[in-house]
């Protein structure tokens, strides 16, 4: 009996990963009947953080009122495993919570996740996973710990506030820019998050001030650290003010769902994305789970919304890479749930008939 496993990332704005992994199950289970299939949902820190973990390691999801990126109320979720909490910073503050006309780093603010810190904190939780992925922001965590010493006692300054002493950081994320400079924070991410080139420039020299600021009061300097500019500088916050521990966040969930050991006897890993070219081979998740496949001799198959570079995917080991869309289709179509779903288990029943 074959042992097939499915890892898919989400189709942002499209499918969850639990969702495109059932779909490719589907497609399994009419070809191949008799095979094994292993379902994992999977994310990088980004879409899908809280639900993924909670796959692999269950706790209680807790729904705190806080503020957007605009500063509106909303209601967010993080999730609580013991005494660590796991927070997924695009449930507060995330770019699918702003209309495409409000976007503006110049204006969101990562307020609402220092209040989904707080809120961990005060229910006893001693260590804190921050999935760093998704957000509408650039304001390098400002608005995060405006949020933190508001709560500890309005006016006091950071230096003051004692209550993170004892509570453990890390930060998951597979984003390596610095703070500042061309391949910072601004002028690499900002775009997407409704800025113009003037609101870049000034982002940049925003966050080359804070960073300034804050090594003065620190003693040291934490911007250039690999992370430093993910979630439009969120991750520098927590480096230099929380003292994080930066990991990959593919890494730390394959740790976290022992993938190492789900790999043992099995044939093949189906992974996926929305799109893949180039850029998944530059740490996206297919790539981490094609790494850890490939050490343990275990060939990977590659769907994707969208598909470039197919050449160089193949060249990297995937052992085949599939566009689950036919070329005729418009973006509008491909993009509703019902059409990816059909697609995925189509895609994957078709490569199953042909033995992949």
Not at 152 to 165: I, N, P, T, Y
Not at 249 to 258: C, E, W
Request: with cysteine; net charge negative; glycine share 10%.
């Amino acid at each position: 009996m074959r042992k097939i496993i499915v890892a898919i990332d989400s189709f942002k704005g499209c499918l969850s990963s639990k969702e495109a992994n059932r779909a490719a199950a589907e497609g399994l289970s009419q070809t191949m009947p008799d095979a094994e299939v292993v379902q994992i949902p999977v994310s990088d820190g980004g879409e899908g953080w809280l639900e993924a973990l909670q796959s692999a390691k269950g706790g209680q999801l807790v729904t705190v009122n806080v503020r957007d990126p605009l500063m509106r109320p909303i209601s967010a979720q993080y999730l609580i495993q013991d005494e660590t909490a796991v927070i997924e910073i695009a449930k507060a503050s995330g770019l699918t919570l702003l209309a495409p006309e409000e976007r503006n780093p110049m204006l969101t603010t990562s307020y609402g996740t220092g209040q989904l810190v707080v809120d961990a904190v005060r229910r006893g939780c001693r260590h804190i996973v921050v999935g760093l992925g998704g957000s509408a922001t650039s304001d390098c965590g400002i608005g995060m710990l405006r949020a933190i010493t508001d709560a500890c006692a309005k006016g006091r300054s950071w230096d003051e506030v004692h209550a993170l002493d004892d509570v453990r950081f890390t930060i998951a994320t597979d984003v390596a820019n610095p703070l500042c400079g061309e391949n910072g924070a601004a002028y690499v991410f900002a775009p997407q998050k409704g800025a113009t080139p003037e609101m870049v420039i000034a982002l940049d020299e925003r966050a080359r001030q804070f960073a300034e600021r804050s090594a003065l009061r620190f003693g040291y300097d934490r911007q250039d650290l690999p992370g430093a500019g993910a979630a439009g500088g969120l991750g520098y916050a927590f480096l230099q003010y929380m003292n994080a521990e930066c990991r990959s966040g593919i890494d730390l969930l394959l740790d976290t769902v022992r993938f190492r050991d789900v790999l043992r006897d099995a044939d093949m890993v189906i992974t996926g994305e929305g799109a893949a070219d180039r850029q998944t081979l530059m740490g996206k998740l297919p790539f981490g789970i094609l790494r850890r496949a490939q050490a343990c001799h275990v060939s990977v198959v590659l769907i994707a919304g969208r598909v470039k570079d197919r050449q160089a995917l193949l060249d990297a080991g995937f052992s085949c890479v599939e566009c689950i869309n036919p070329p005729v289709i418009s973006e509008e179509e491909a993009m509703k749930a019902e059409t990816a779903k059909r697609n995925i288990k189509q895609t994957v029943q078709n490569l199953a008939e042909l033995n992949f």
